[in-house]
Nanobody
Framework: QGELVESGGGSVQTGGSLELSCAVS????????MAWFRQAPGEEREGVAS????????YYADSVKGRFTISQDKAKNTVYLRMNSLKSEDTAMYYC?????????????????????WGQGTQVTVSS
């Protein structure tokens, strides 16, 4: 049984930076659609960034474009989300998601139903 293990969340002040990691084990990583979603209390889970591991095409939600960067280290089967210029509205639980047999991926917007593998989530809190 494979798993996705996230790390890197925490608390930061407005304008600060954090980097999330998602390590994949037990799955074939070579042609996967990897994504980061976030969910604030009382809100729907939304996809903020995704990457197709074979080729590296990416997607960003408008709300994070220019501030967040998704990247990967193929040797480590790990996807990262670098978050700069953080705002209070970025506060949420962040989830790594994967589809290891994707029909489509970035640059298309990721939707929850397209992903069948999820990490446990990591909390990001941005305060002024």
């Amino acid at each position: 049984q494979g798993e996705l293990v996230e790390s890197g969340g925490g608390s930061v002040q407005t304008g600060g930076s954090l980097e999330l990691s998602c390590a994949v084990s037990g799955y074939s990583y070579s042609r996967a659609c990897m994504a980061w979603f976030r969910q604030a209390p009382g809100e729907e889970r939304e996809g903020v960034a995704s990457i197709y591991t074979n080729g590296g095409s990416t997607y960003y939600a408008d709300s994070v474009k220019g501030r967040f960067t998704i990247s990967q280290d193929k040797a480590k089967n790990t996807v990262y989300l670098r978050m700069n210029s953080l705002k209070s509205e970025d506060t949420a639980m962040y989830y790594c998601a994967a589809n290891f047999h994707p029909i489509y991926c970035a640059p298309h917007r990721p939707t929850k139903s397209a992903f069948n593998n999820w990490g446990q989530g990591t909390q990001v809190t941005v305060s002024s």
